[in-house]
């Protein structure tokens, strides 16, 4: 069974610019979270969607967005980069909610840097 | 929201001894605590998992313990190996998993051979 996949792997792109990394779940599972990853700050909540809707957001600004499609893979679209966006950027997904107990399974992340 | 704090940030031991990473979490309804490690360049696993309702759990030479009136919780490696060595995370759902998973900054355990 394939675990979560994210592409791309790397990405190289300049202040101003958009970004827009991809999340394929592990199949079966219905929600999608994104975190950030930054040196020395650990995992910061992004996004969460489930059933292809936008159930919550962490402390984040509006330029970071997303969206699930209806085969429960999922996009998070930066804009407006910023040096300070340089990460890796982490999908997880799991069966249902970790408000029920599911299990979180991650991605191999996308290492955004922005120059 | 949710703050978990995790220590020490780094820890090094010899192979063969014991190493233990401490959480402490705010939200008193938080009811799920799992641990992630993560090895250099690769993606977070989750390694073991408590309930609130449980206050031990062990697997071969990981345990976890849960101090839900403390509202602390470690993680315990026994006769440390070194394939051990990676960064470690504790994390804590807030009350209901509305906020995501709250994760601590995490923990690099160095063992020395």
């Known amino acids: 069974e394939a675990g979560v996949t994210q592409s791309p792997t790397h990405l190289i792109k300049t ?8 999340c394929s779940p592990i199949s079966g599972h219905t929600s999608v979270y994104w975190y950030q990853q930054a040196l020395g700050l650990g995992l910061q909540f992004l996004l969460w969607y489930d059933e292809g809707e936008e159930r919550n957001r962490g402390n984040f ?15 998070l679209n930066v804009n407006a980069l910023e040096l300070e966006d340089s990460a890796l950027y982490l999908c997880a997904s799991s069966l249902g909610t970790y408000r029920d107990g599911e299990k979180l399974f991650f991605g191999s992340g996308t290492q955004l840097s922005v120059l | 929201g949710e703050n978990v704090e995790q220590h020490p ?7 063969g001894d014991s190493a233990v990473i401490k959480c402490t979490y705010s939200d008193s309804a938080s009811n799920y605590f799992p641990w992630y490690k993560q090895e250099l360049g690769k993606r977070p ?8 309702n449980v206050g031990e759990k062990k697997d071969q030479r990981i345990a976890v313990t849960l101090n839900k009136t403390a509202k602390h919780f470690s993680l315990h490696i026994t006769e440390t190996q070194p394939e051990d060595s990676a960064v470690y995370f504790c994390a804590a759902t807030s009350g209901g998993g ?9 923990t690099h355990l160095i063992i020395q051979p």
Request: glycine share 10%.
């Open chain 1, 15 to 22: 202040r101003g610019q958009q970004a827009t990394l991809r």
């Open chain 1, 61 to 75: 600004p509006p330029r970071f967005s997303g969206r699930q499609f209806p085969n429960y893979s999922s996009e």
């Open chain 2, 9 to 15: 940030s780094t820890l090094s031991v010899q192979e």
């Open chain 2, 45 to 52: 696993q989750l390694i073991i998992d408590i309930r609130s």
């Open chain 2, 98 to 106: 509305a906020d995501g998973l709250t994760f601590g900054k995490g």
